[in-house]
C-alpha cells in the first residue's frame, strides 16, 4: 500500500491583501460564517481526497509532516485548533510522534493563548512573514502590520525558545532609493537566533503599484549572494534556492516537495502530489473540486532534475541519458565557473551562485540535450 505521511492544509484568510501578493486569500467578511464556510470546504474535500487515494491505492500513516500555510493560519485561532483536532480525529488521521508541524504567523496576526492552543495540538515549528525590518520597506510592501509587531513576534519566540523560520524578501521596492542594507537588517533578525531563514526575490506583475521602484536585476542578484554568504558565515547552510538553515532544521515538509516525494493537500487552491503515480492536484478555490494532471515519464524526470538541483540534494548524473563526454564537459564548466561541486564524482550539488541563476543552467541542459 502507497502511504500519505505529509500534508498541507491551506489557510486562504488574511486581515488584509499586501498588493503584491498572487496567492488565493481573501479577507474574512464575517468570521464566524466564513470560518463554518471554510470547514465545510475542508469536509467535502476530504470525501473527494478520500475517492482520489482509494482510486490510486494509497491509505493515510501517521503524519510525519503537517504544514499550514496562507494565507494567515495563525488568524485561524482556537476555531481553527478545535476543527483541526476533531477533523484529524474524525478521520482517523494521526501524527507522528516526530511529526514535524509548521504554522505560519504573521506579525500581529495572533496572541500566546492561541499559540499555546496550536501547540497543545502539536505544532513545534513557526514561519514568521516578517519581509524586511525597516519600517519604510513594511510600508511600501503594504504590510497591514506594524515593525513593533514584528519585534513582539521575535521576542515572544526568543522567550519561548521556539523553533522558528523568518521570510524575508529581496528585491523591494525602492530599494535604491532608500539604500537598504539587507545584511544590517539580517544582523536584526539573527539576535533572535532563527533556525531558519526563507529568502524569496520579490515576484510581481507588471502592474504592480510599484513597478517602476523595483531595483536592477544587478541589485537583487548582489543581495541574494550577499546574504547567501553572510548566513553562510553565521553557520546556515544554503539547502535549497530560497532556504537556509542550522544543521538538522531543514524544512522537513518542503525536502518533501525537492525530493518529488507524495505530499497530500487540502484547502482552496491547495496543491498535492502523488509521487508513486507522477500525480498532481489542485483544489479549486470556490468548490471543493480536483483538477488532475498526470506526468509522463519524460516530465516527471525532469520535474526531479529541476528538484535535485534546487535543493542540497543534487543531481545524480547517472540519471542523465546523454554521453559521458558531453556531461563532463557540461559539469566541468559548472564547476570552473564556480556554479557547482561535484560529490563522490557523480553528484553535482549546486552553489549559491548556480541557485542564483538555476533557470539558465536548466536552458543549458535543454540545448546541449544532455536529458
Ligand atoms: C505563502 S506566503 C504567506 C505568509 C504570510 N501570509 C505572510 O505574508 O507573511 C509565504 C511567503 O511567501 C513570500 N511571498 C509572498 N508573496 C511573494 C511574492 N510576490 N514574491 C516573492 N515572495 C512572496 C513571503 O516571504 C511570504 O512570507
Ligand atoms: S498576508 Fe501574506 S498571504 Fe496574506 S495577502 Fe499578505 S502576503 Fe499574501
Known amino acids: 500500500m502507497k502511504k500519505i505521511e505529509s500534508l498541507y ?45 482509494e482510486k490510486y491505492g494509497y ?72 519581509q524586511s525590518l525597516r519600517p519604510e520597506f513594511i510600508k511600501n510592501l503594504d504590510r497591514v502590520h506594524s515593525i513593533e509587531d514584528v519585534y513582539e513576534t521575535l521576542e515572544y519566540f526568543k522567550s519561548q525558545k521556539a523553533n522558528f523560520s523568518v521570510d524575508f524578501m529581496l528585491g523591494l521596492p525602492f530599494s535604491n532609493e532608500n539604500k537598504r542594507d539587507v545584511i544590517a537588517e539580517l544582523n536584526l533578525a539573527l539576535a533572535y537566533k532563527p533556525n531558519h531563514f526563507s529568502v524569496y526575490i520579490l515576484t510581481v506583475k507588471n502592474n504592480y ?18 546574504v547567501a554568504q553572510h548566513l553562510l558565515s553565521r553557520g546556515y547552510s544554503h539547502y535549497e534556492v530560497s532556504n537556509f538553515s542550522l544543521i ?31 500525480t498532481r492536484y489542485k483544489w479549486k478555490p470556490h468548490s471543493p473540486v480536483l483538477e488532475l494532471e498526470t506526468l509522463s515519464d519524460t516530465e516527471f524526470n525532469l520535474e526531479k532534475i529541476y528538484m535535485s538541483l534546487r535543493s542540497r540534494e543534487g543531481l545524480d548524473l547517472k540519471i542523465l541519458s546523454s554521453s559521458s563526454d558531453l556531461i563532463d564537459l557540461f559539469v566541468n564548466r559548472w564547476i570552473q565557473s564556480g556554479y557547482a561541486t561535484l560529490e563522490n564524482d557523480k553528484k553535482i550539488i549546486l552553489t549559491s551562485k548556480g541557485f542564483l541563476i538555476l533557470d539558465s543552467l536548466m536552458d543549458e541542459f535543454f540545448r546541449l540535450k544532455l536529458i
Open 209 to 226: 503599484t510599484h513597478f517602476h521602484q523595483l531595483p536592477s536585476e544587478e541589485w537583487i542578484e548582489d543581495e541574494y549572494l550577499k
Open 248 to 278: 538538522g532544521k531543514e524544512s522537513k515538509h518542503n525536502l518533501n516537495y525537492w525530493n518529488s516525494l507524495t505530499v497530500a493537500a487540502l484547502g482552496p487552491s491547495a496543491t498535492g502530489f502523488l509521487a508513486e503515480d507522477k
Open 59 to 130: 491509505s493515510w500513516a501517521p503524519l510525519k509532516t503537517l504544514y499550514i500555510g496562507g494565507g494567515t493560519p495563525s488568524l485561524w485561532g482556537k476555531e481553527g485548533k478545535i476543527f483541526l483536532e476533531s477533523f484529524l480525529h474524525r478521520h482517523q488521521i494521526i501524527l507522528d510522534k516526530q511529526c514535524e508541524f509548521t504554522l505560519e504567523v504573521n506579525p500581529g496576526s495572533w496572541t500566546p493563548e492561541i499559540l499555546k492552543d496550536w501547540e497543545e495540538l502539536g505544532v513545534n515549528r513557526y514561519s514568521l512573514g516578517i
Open 9 to 53: 492544509l491551506h489557510f486562504p484568510f488574511c486581515k488584509h491583501l499586501c498588493n503584491y501578493c498572487d496567492f488565493f486569500k481573501k479577507v474574512p467578511q464575517n468570521r464566524e460564517q466564513d470560518l463554518a464556510g471554510f470547514h465545510l470546504y475542508l469536509e467535502q474535500a476530504f470525501v473527494e481526497h478520500q475517492k482520489l487515494i
